[in-house]
């Protein structure tokens, strides 16, 4: 979910009517800067909603044991008022090549991304 100019008041209309939001964000400084300012989104939006959405963040297209990610992990979960989801989606090459999708195609990375894509969504079902 962004939060450009152009996008922000469809976000907080749709920030406004559910009861979950799960933020992606990728392992960069540029990325976890934005998410602060969807956060910032969140935190308004739960003033006036009494606590809805839970919000939890979830980091996309990472590289497993980079530094980049460590320090992501440590910025992300130092706010207690957001949960830093344990499920990570891994950067692989299946997910960036249109139109297959990678549950449609069979190759070890394929399979690889399903795996991350299925602990997010059980991760996620498990806050509801």
Known sequence: MGCSKSLSEVTKAILGACDIAFVPCQPSGLDV????????????????????????????RAVKNTLQLREA???LSSDPRFLLLNSIVYQRQCLSDPPATAFE???????AAVKDYNNLFSEALKLG
């Open 73 to 75: 992990q440590e910025l």
């Open 33 to 60: 800067s934005s998410s602060h300012k969807i956060l910032q989104i969140i935190r308004h939006i739960q003033k006036m909603r009494g606590g809805k959405p839970q919000a939890g963040l979830f980091l996309s």
């Open 105 to 111: 195609l069979s190759d070890p990375s394929a399979k």
